[in-house]
């Protein structure tokens, strides 16, 4: 991505809300509801019909470059990129659920409708401005509130191969905390919206995707695209969101073609609001093995360790893939420059570019929906319980053992981690480390700078032949090593 400043201090600000706050966020956002709800005992056959009927749509929204509050924000290089950014409001009625069954550990959750309430949010969506460049597939990113406020975290990270593979991405305002923010930040723009709370966040994201593709209000926010298939992505508390989206209402829709779970923790937010069951990092809540469509789950080293995602592990199946990638944290220095952290008293950021493996995992995810075949198996990390707290394990010099490792990680200058740097605050456990190696340690493991580089292609050669980086990434991946000397 060109423009990594323009979401600095917005990513910084999400980040240090999802340490302070914790799962105490997600409960107070999920219980959020208004008095305009009304009980419902409709069946889950209406509840279908209506519940999964499109949103309204107005708009655009002028000027068209309004769409400012939003990490992740609209940015010339996107025009420069040759796409183009509009905003619509999007209204109607939705639904919120209750389980009828155990909302088990297996995903295998069952659902019916609770209340109904009316809704008016936003989208935000970005296309190319030559529509031949389209390749027929929608990002619809669940955009994360944890900071406050809307952060379309997954957009920065895969903004490179958004753009030059010619995907449409749509940002969906789902939750009571983003649409809150817009109101106070600009209410002439946006005093008329308004949401029932977060237990109807799901209908609201599924009407939303709907409206894209079977929308029977004028005029179509994708025009004159034709969609072929819509990806749902989501990282962090979004990510939580989407896992209980696919284990609880994709199988009464089936809207998505596939999922990108980005960073998710091992728990999954209860179907009627609230904590989720054992805390946000203590649950173990998979993906439903039924799903039938593609799920990739990207996993950092930090996920892995503090969010306790490794006890929500499960074994890849025809529709499930898990990427474990070493030596990536939560956040990192791509979103987050080191300065903005040591102001805040943090040591260290990784500085690792695993954003280069998320792009491949956006690559290798829409390649799925379109042919059937799924991306590469990944090795896993390797974690052990530590103290009843699963943790990542190093090779001893601060190197994690197994995982995807790209060529910065199997030929490193650095101990790039997901580990927290010590004696910093609470909220530096998202950022990770990168510990530098001595000019000797170097010398001692290379020899020379001309047998460092050489080692570190063919790295690169391997991982992009192994489907763990793209051929178009090469270059920038090269220049990361380039820029080291000793």
Same mark, same amino acid.
């Given at each position: ?7 600095? !201090? ?22 959020? #509801? ?54 619509? =409001?999007?209204?109607?009625? @939705? ?8 909302? *088990? ?9 609770? +209340? ?18 389209? *390749? ?7 955009? *994360? ?46 005093? !008329?919206?308004?949401? &029932?709370?977060?237990? =109807? ?15 029977? #209000? !004028? ?58 069951? $054992? ?14 469509? &593609? ?56 500085? +690792? ?33 530590? *103290? ?13 053992? $197994? ?11 650095? +101990?790039? !981690? ?25 010398r001692a493991m290379y020899g020379s700078r001309a047998r460092y580089l050489e080692a570190? @292609? ?14 178009a990434d090469k270059t920038l991946a090269l220049d990361f090593a380039d820029q080291v000397?000793?």
């Open positions: 991505m060109k423009g990594v400043g323009r979401t600095v !201090s917005a990513a910084l600000a999400l980040a240090v809300a999802l340490v302070v706050s914790g799962a105490a966020s997600v409960a107070a956002s999920s219980a959020t #509801s208004s008095s305009t709800t009304t009980s419902s005992a409709t069946t889950t056959q209406r509840l279908v019909r209506e519940g999964g009927q499109p949103a309204r749509l107005s708009g655009p929204v002028e000027p068209a470059d309004g769409a400012s509050l939003i990490a992740g924000a609209w940015d010339p290089s996107l025009k420069a990129d040759g796409y183009q950014q509009r905003e619509y =409001f999007t209204s109607g009625t @939705a639904y919120s659920y209750r389980a009828t069954g155990p909302e *088990n550990d297996a995903g295998t959750w069952k659902v019916t409708p609770a +209340a109904s309430g009316p809704y008016r949010t936003r989208i935000v969506v970005r296309t190319p401005a030559d529509a031949s460049r389209f *390749n027929g597939t929608v990002v619809v990113e669940w955009l *994360n509130v944890t900071g406050g406020g809307d952060g379309a975290v997954d957009s920065i990270y895969l903004s490179p191969e958004l753009e030059r593979a010619g995907f449409a991405w749509v940002g969906v305002s789902a939750q009571a905390v983003g649409i809150d923010q817009l109101r106070q930040k600009d209410p002439a723009r946006y005093g !008329s919206l308004s949401d &029932p709370g977060d237990q =109807f966040s799901y209908d609201i994201y599924t009407q939303a995707a709907r409206a894209l593709i079977v929308g029977d #209000s !004028s005029p179509s926010p994708l025009a004159p695209l034709h969609p072929k298939r819509l990806l749902a992505v989501g990282e962090s508390q979004s990510a939580l969101y989407l896992t209980t989206y696919v284990d609880a209402v994709q199988p009464l829709y089936r809207v998505f073609d596939g999922f990108l779970v980005h960073s998710r923790a091992g728990g999954a937010v209860p179907i009627a609001g609230g904590a989720p069951s $054992g805390g946000t990092f203590g649950g173990a809540v998979r993906i439903r093995t039924d799903i039938g469509v &593609p799920v990739l789950t990207m996993i950092t080293e930090t996920d892995e360790s503090f969010g306790q995602y490794y006890r929500a592990r499960q074994p890849d199946t025809r529709s499930i893939r898990l990427w474990d990638v070493a030596g990536a944290s939560h956040a990192d220095s791509y979103i987050v420059a080191p300065s903005e952290l040591g102001s805040l008293g943090c040591s260290s950021v990784d500085e +690792a570019p695993s954003h280069f493996v998320f792009e491949a995992a956006l690559s290798a995810v829409n390649d799925w929906m379109r042919t059937g075949t799924p991306p590469p198996p990944a090795p896993r990390m390797d974690v052990a319980e530590v *103290n009843g707290t699963p943790t990542v394990q190093d090779d001893g010099s601060g190197t994690a053992i $197994g995982g995807i490792q790209g060529p910065w990680e199997r030929v490193p200058v650095a +101990a790039y !981690s997901g580990k927290a740097p010590a004696g910093g605050p609470g909220f530096c456990l998202l950022f990770g480390t990168t510990h530098p190696f001595t000019l000797a340690q170097l570190y @292609a063919k790295a690169t050669d391997r991982d992009i032949k192994a489907g763990y980086l793209l051929p000397r000793f």
